[in-house]
Nanobody, 121 residues
Framework: QVQLMESGGGLVQPGGSLRLSCVAS????????MGWFQQAPGKERELVAS???????DYADSVKGRFTISRDNAKNTVYLQMNSLRPEDTAVYYC???????????????WGQGTQVTVSS
């Protein structure tokens, strides 16, 4: 069984910074792409940023130049550095990972439980 655990959310003033972390734990698995999604109240879950196992990154237009995604493959951990935060960044942020169980065909999406980010003065 694979579990994703996020940390690092909280309340921050506009213009401030937060760093989210997510670690994939368990045994007998490989992690491929990892990413962060956000879901604001009344809205659908949307991709914020993703990173491949080789380090290729992709960002939503709304966060380009402000957020940076990175990963430590040895620790099965993905990070999201969020700078110049805006009130519209307020949402629950979910970690996602594409997982393959060793010895099994195919892949599946694993999700964290979510961490709240609130940007407000």
């Amino acid at each position: 069984q694979v579990q994703l655990m996020e940390s690092g959310g909280g309340l921050v003033q506009p213009g401030g910074s937060l760093r989210l972390s997510c670690v994939a734990s368990g045994s007998g698995f490989n992690v491929y792409s990892m990413g962060w999604f956000q879901q604001a109240p009344g809205k659908e879950r949307e991709l914020v940023a993703s990173i491949s196992s080789g380090g290729r990154t992709d960002y939503a237009d709304s966060v380009k130049g402000r957020f940076t995604i990175s990963r430590d493959n040895a620790k099965n951990t993905v990070y999201l550095q969020m700078n110049s935060l805006r009130p519209e960044d307020t949402a629950v942020y979910y970690c996602n990972a594409v997982i393959n169980l060793i010895g099994s065909p195919g892949y599946f999406n694993a999700w964290g439980q979510g961490t709240q980010v609130t940007v407000s003065s």
